[in-house]
T-cell receptor, first 113, second 114 residues
Framework: DQQVKQNSPSLSVQEGRISILNCDYT??????FLWYKKYPAEGPTFLIS?????DKNEDGRFTVFLNKSAKHLSLHIVPSQPGDSAVYFC????????????FGTGTRLKVLA | DTEVTQTPKHLVMGMTNKKSLKCEQH?????MYWYKQKAKKPPELMFV???????INESVPSRFSPECPNSSLLNLHLHALQPEDSALYLC?????????????FGPGTRLTVT
């Protein structure tokens, strides 16, 4: 049972345009969400997080939006740059108790110059 | 400094070998993690250490044996592995094991079992 899903395995965007990566989850107990970027042969790099008490968090070119009623979050990258080409994972953890992140299956973003 | 280091970067071992993976962080984090990642799949949690004690074992086979000698170091001892254990092994750390703290990953060890 995949509790965190990224339904688009890949996405291509022109340089300078907006990239929108989506993530859906099924567990209503999830209260903290992370986005990671991963280049080949490297570990994931933390990008941005959002708590369930917020619906938006912004850090430079990266903005994460959370829609709790739809159990959906999205990562917006504006403007997209060729160096953003990587695999993006969303991850979610549940309130209280043991701390464990469940990762989505990833979306490969390709930014075209 | 948000660096987690892992050694070796690559490891090839036979099914009868014993080897160890090492992970180190100097961020004062009290939680450390081992993940396994196969190609085109998300990272899968294997073990969690919190304050140097094993907190979570995700039903990992005993041929994988974790060790946390101190708050900065995490080892993964490997013995009698199978070819299907070939994967990228990632170490991560976070300030605490409770929710709300991001995990910082190392670059991983690419393990090949022959």
């Amino acid at each position: 049972d995949q509790q965190v899903k990224q339904n688009s395995p890949s996405l291509s965007v022109q340089e300078g345009r907006i990239s929108i990566l989506n993530c859906d989850y099924t567990n209503s107990m999830f209260d903290y969400f992370l986005w990671y970027k991963k280049y080949p042969a490297e570990g994931p790099t933390f990008l941005i997080s959002i708590s369930s008490i917020k619906d938006k968090n912004e850090d430079g070119r990266f903005t994460v939006f959370l829609n709790k009623s739809a159990k959906h979050l999205s990562l917006h990258i504006v403007p997209s740059q060729p160096g953003d080409s990587a695999v993006y994972f969303c991850a979610a953890s549940a309130v209280g108790g043991t701390y464990k992140y469940i990762f989505g299956t990833g979306t490969r973003l390709k930014v075209l110059a | 400094d948000t660096e987690v280091t892992q050694t070796p970067k690559h490891l090839v071992m036979g099914m009868t070998n014993k080897k160890s993976l090492k992970c180190e962080q100097h961020m004062g984090h009290r939680a450390m993690y081992w993940y396994k990642q196969k190609a085109k799949k998300p990272p899968e949690l294997m073990f969690v250490y919190s304050y140097e004690k094993l907190s979570i074992n995700e039903s990992v086979p005993s041929r994988f044996s974790p060790e946390c000698p101190n708050s900065s170091l995490l080892n993964l001892h490997l013995h009698a592995l199978q070819p299907e254990d070939s994967a990228l092994y990632l170490c991560a750390s976070s300030q605490d094991q409770t929710s709300g703290y991001e995990q910082y990953f190392g670059p991983g060890t690419r393990l090949t079992v022959t």
